[in-house]
Structures are given as structure tokens and as C-alpha cells.
């Protein structure tokens, strides 16, 4: 209930009244049935303007430190990504890893829409980085439809280490529903999952264009702070 006091009474009107979103591409999410929505991700608010414009409700797995942040603010934060419908994951990898996959299968599972960031991070400096395949391993598993989201201009409204928003028009493309039938029962296979990953990589590509970089996002990071140091 209080996601969608959020979504169209409290926080929806007010974000689009002052931020004028333009979307291209409604049409190409389907209107029940489990899909993912796989996009690009500049900026924190990502998670909050798709959402925003999609009629359906949205899940998008969040790393689990929104949730676990002490204090006032940490308690608006949680208070917050649990209204947009967040959930919390552990990128630390192994059993965490598993854990994630599992609670974003649950959400399709239960016929709804789960939201992935296929580079596993937001972009360091705007481009389009490696996708990481535990996405492709979930769309395999899950059998669903996948539809690539290219978010537009959200990185110059409120970049990385900005805690306000600019003001200013952030734009979405939604490109039609990718089809993996092909590969069912593959995903085990790791060169399978590269295979999925990539072409999902190039869909974003090609519907946001964006410079794309075939290294990590994580990685770019890593190095920019082990030189700032």
C-alpha cells in the first residue's frame, strides 16, 4: 500500500512535476506476467524514476547496505528503498550470490516485474560497462521475458556523490522484450550465460548510446580508488 501512496500520491506527482521525464516505449512491457526489466545504471535515482512510470509494481534488488545503514538517515534510507520496492541483496559473492538470485526469482515467481542492473554497479563515468551473468542466469532459470531500459541524462540530474538532484529532464527507452528460449536448460553453461549477458549488453548500447567499455564497472572503481589513495 505505501508504495503506491508513494508512486501516485505522495512522491510520484511532485518527481514528475518537477523532472518531466519523457518515456519512449511503454507498450513493450507487458501488462501481467513475470519479465525483468534489464537497464543501464547511472544513477541512484534510476530505481526511482522506472518505477515511476511503469504501471505495474517494480522490485529491484538493491545492495543490502541501503538497508543496514544506522542513524536517522539510515532509517529514512531503509524507510525509503522499502517504499520503492527494493529489496536487499549481498554482493559478496558465493552463498550471498545464490541468495540473490533465489530472492529475485521469487519476485517472478510471483508473476511480478524484477529490476536488474546488468553491470552490477552504477557507470563510474557514464559509459556502458561489462554485464556481470548472473542476470542471464536468472532470465534462463526463470523463463521469462527480458526487457532492455535505457535511462537517459540521470547521471547529469544527480551523479555519484551528489546527495541532492538537479533539476532538469531525465529520459527512459524501453526496447522490445528480448527472446532466450533458445538457450533453455543452458544455464549452466558459462558460455551460454556470456552469450545472453552480452546481447542484452548490446541492446542497452544501442538503445541508449552509450560508449561501451569491455571491462568491469567494479573494476574502473577499484583502480580510481586505489590511485586516489
Known amino acids: 500500500m505505501f508504495y503506491w501512496l508513494m508512486k501516485y500520491v505522495i512522491a510520484g506527482p511532485l518527481l514528475r512535476g518537477i523532472f518531466r521525464p519523457w518515456v ?6 507487458p501488462a501481467d506476467g ?3 526489466l534489464a537497464s543501464n545504471h547511472l544513477s541512484f535515482i534510476d530505481s526511482i524514476f522506472l518505477p515511476l512510470e511503469v504501471d505495474r509494481h517494480v522490485s529491484f534488488l538493491a545492495k543490502s547496505d541501503y538497508f543496514t545503514r544506522r542513524g536517522l538517515k539510515g532509517w529514512a534510507t531503509k524507510a525509503f528503498m522499502n517504499a520503492t520496492g527494493q529489496l536487499p541483496i549481498d554482493r559478496s559473492g558465493g552463498k550471498a550470490s545464490e541468495a540473490s538470485l533465489n530472492t ?3 519476485v517472478l515467481a510471483r508473476g511480478e516485474i524484477l529490476g536488474i542492473y546488468p553491470e552490477g554497479t552504477r557507470s ?3 559509459k556502458l560497462y561489462r554485464g556481470r551473468t548472473g542476470v542471464a542466469r536468472m532470465i534462463l532459470e526463470a523463463g521469462v521475458p527480458v526487457v532492455p531500459v535505457a535511462m537517459v541524462d540521470t547521471a547529469r540530474i544527480m551523479p555519484i556523490g551528489r546527495r541532492l538532484p538537479k533539476i532538469g529532464r531525465i529520459g527512459i527507452i524501453v526496447g522490445e522484450p528480448l527472446d532466450f528460449s533458445r538457450f533453455d536448460g543452458m544455464e549452466g553453461d558459462r558460455f551460454i550465460l556470456r552469450s545472453v549477458t552480452d546481447e542484452i549488453m548490446y541492446e542497452l548500447q544501442r538503445l541508449g548510446d552509450q560508449e561501451y567499455v569491455d571491462v568491469y564497472a567494479s573494476t574502473v572503481k577499484e583502480k580510481r580508488a586505489t590511485l586516489s589513495q
Open 104 to 106: 529475485g526469482l521469487a
Open 24 to 29: 519512449v516505449g511503454l507498450e513493450n512491457i
Open 34 to 36: 513475470p519479465v525483468i
Open 124 to 126: 563510474p563515468d557514464g
